[in-house]
């Protein structure tokens, strides 16, 4: 669209328009063909008032691609596979002011479970996943990290440093290959998670309980 030479009031409320939509100064810029520096005059110019950055960047981030698809259709075995990988998630998984999905576990089979939860149901993508390794300076590190790696089809370079305890007085038998985290950094499948969890406890309780924020 052309640049005005005069703003009119039309045009500034064509701007204003563009702007409370969510666009960037520089999205602004673009649409009329002028750099940024010469949107921000005009709304200097005009007091057009302009939001915290802070409200951009929440803007931006609700219309990024999502890293993930949602399966539609689940056969029955993937609807027991959804119902699965949320109540571990409801029992094992970080809820609290969270960047992204982080499961916590030692059982092997738990972690074989979600993260077939995830790459079925939610079709992730395998690049974003980390593994984050808690273990006993007792226990071989190197060894655990292969051990996980195979078990989970995550490549060792999507381990992140691990944790290693120096001293503890306890047995580790019942985390001989110790503790891991699979995260996967993407605020928007967390909350879906989170949203799916409390939609099943609500269907259960009939809304009879009142639960407080997972």
């Known amino acids: ?5 005069f703003w009119t009031e039309s045009e500034l409320e ?13 999205e602004v810029g673009e649409y009329y063909g002028k750099s940024v520096r010469a949107i921000v005059s005009v709304m200097k110019r005009h007091h057009i008032i302009r939001r915290p950055a802070s409200i951009t960047r929440t803007y931006q981030f609700s219309k ?4 993930f698809q ?3 259709n689940l056969n029955h075995h993937e609807e027991l596979l959804k119902i699965a990988g949320l109540m571990l998630y409801w029992g094992e998984g970080g809820k609290k002011n969270s960047k992204g999905v982080d499961f916590v576990n030692s059982d092997p089979d738990m972690i074989i479970v979600f993260l077939r939860f995830l790459r079925i149901v939610y079709q992730i993508d395998e690049a974003r996943l980390r593994v ?8 071989p590190t190197p060894r655990l990290v292969d051990y996980w790696s195979k078990l989970t089809k995550i490549p060792n370079t999507q381990f992140t440093k691990p944790y290693i305890r120096e001293k503890s007085s306890q047995k580790h038998d019942k985390m001989s290959h110790g503790l891991i985290h699979i995260r996967y950094s993407d ?6 998670i989170m949203s799916e969890i409390s939609s099943f406890i609500s269907s259960w309780d009939g809304g009879a ?3 407080t924020t997972l």
Not at 1 to 5: E, L, R, S, T
Not at 16 to 25: A, D, E, F, R, T
Not at 132 to 139: R, V
Request: avoid cysteine; charged fraction near 20%; charge should be positive.
């Open 132 to 139: 984050y390794l808690y273990t006993y300076q007792s226990l």
């Open 14 to 26: 064509k701007l204003k328009s563009l702007y409370n939509s969510g666009l960037s100064m520089r």
């Open 187 to 192: 605020k928007r499948l967390f909350e879906l």
């Open 209 to 211: 309980v009142k639960h």
């Open 70 to 72: 949602v399966k539609q």
């Open 64 to 67: 990024s691609p999502l890293s």
């Open 1 to 5: 669209m052309p640049y005005p030479k």
